[in-house]
């Protein structure tokens, strides 16, 4: 029977099941992201664990201890909390994680794609020139969008990157704030970050779907772990399949280069 029934304020429920185990049942929750937060500062200090969030959500969504809505409810719970909603210089900025809505040009000849990304934006270099010869309306941002890789391999890529933060730049992720990470396009190209190669796609800011949003860095795992990609004409394990032929492909040539 199930007992320890609690509410979040945004429609979270956590309760215990008959087994004693905890389950989170975020169906009906306006804020996905800071529930599962909740939820794991919740276990960590029963258990004591710390045991990386994103292998703990994924467990969890397995086991049936972590209950979310259905993937069309899910999207729309993400974006429905418009108090995450950033403007366009904002979103422009590189080295944020941010969700959004997205309609590509050319929708019936790719291949697929992605109508819920989740990226982290990278700096992009123009000279004077390319800005000049820029049509207005064809800005486009470069981001590194996780859902292409599966999400053991998100959680180890972010893990890389948040290290050279801290280790570099003497940095570490504020539990409440924005965050940010310090890659570029030229660094994406080496072993250390190879995971992030297939990831790596160029958006049209006309063909996004309303205001992206931002994830804070205490949410970064959490987001990761979410099952919200979206890929339109083709399954995640086809589009995660490709991506991990690519990984392969590249630590082959740089094989091949070193002699």
Not at 210 to 227: C, M, R, T
């Amino acid at each position: 029977m199930a007992q320890d029934k609690k509410r979040t304020k945004s429609g979270g429920i956590f309760h215990t099941n008959r087994s004693g185990d905890p389950v989170f049942d975020l169906t009906n929750s306006t804020n996905i992201l800071r529930d599962m937060n909740r939820a794991i500062i919740e276990e960590t200090k029963k258990s004591g664990s710390s045991e990386g969030a994103t292998k703990w959500f994924i467990d969890k969504i397995d086991s049936g201890q972590m209950i979310l809505p259905e993937d069309h409810e899910l999207v729309v719970s993400l974006f429905r909390n418009r108090s995450r909603s950033v403007s366009r210089m904002f979103f422009e900025l590189p080295g944020r994680m941010f969700a959004f809505i997205y309609r590509p040009l050319g929708m019936t000849t790719l291949s697929y794609y992605d109508v819920t990304p989740l990226i982290i934006t990278l700096p992009v270099e123009r000279t004077p020139q390319e800005l000049a010869q820029m049509e207005p309306g064809n800005e486009t941002i470069l981001g590194m969008n996780l859902h292409y890789i599966e999400p053991d391999l998100r959680a180890e890529l972010i893990d890389t990157m948040l290290r050279l933060s801290t280790r570099r730049f003497g940095e570490r992720p504020p539990p409440k704030g924005v965050g940010f990470f310090h890659q570029t396009y030229e660094m994406m190209k080496s072993i250390r970050y190879v995971y992030g190669l297939p990831c790596i796609r160029s958006y049209r800011l006309d063909r996004i779907i309303g205001k992206p949003i931002l994830i804070p860095s205490n949410e970064w795992g959490n987001a990761v772990s979410l099952p919200f990609e979206n890929f339109a004409k083709a399954n995640s394990n086809r589009v995660w399949a490709e991506s991990r032929v690519k990984i392969r492909e590249f630590i082959r040539s740089l094989a091949d280069m070193g002699g």
